[in-house]
């Protein structure tokens, strides 16, 4: 991502902020998204009738449940991504300095 955003400031000005209003706008849709499917996937799975406006105990343990499950799922998927991200940019740093050393031998 870093490299990414780099590659952004030879970008003018105008685009550039574009470019950065449409991410967000993307990480917003993507958050609701989530939001979304997790109230429906809380509600599908814990709530098994509508005796009351309020949850019952049985029924807020299964929203707690749920939303641990999501919250571990979430984090280890971020770690993941943090862990790719950074094996890719050593892969890249690995190719770069070789086409370095390639360079100084042709040179020779």
Do not use: H
Request: hydrophobic share 35%; net charge neutral; glycine share 4%.
């Amino acid at each position: 991502m870093n490299s990414a955003m780099e590659g952004m400031e030879d970008l003018p000005e105008a685009q550039r902020n574009a470019l950065l209003q449409k991410i967000e706008e993307l990480q917003v849709r993507d958050s609701l998204r989530t939001y979304n499917s997790v109230v429906e996937r809380c509600f599908v799975d814990c709530v098994s009738s509508f005796r009351s406006k309020n949850l019952d105990s049985t029924e807020e343990r299964c929203v707690t449940y749920v939303l641990r499950k999501v919250f571990e799922a979430c984090a280890r998927v971020g770690m993941r991504f943090g862990e790719m991200s950074s094996q890719s940019e050593q892969q890249m740093q690995q190719m770069m300095a070789a086409t370095g050393t390639a360079r100084q031998m042709i040179k020779r």
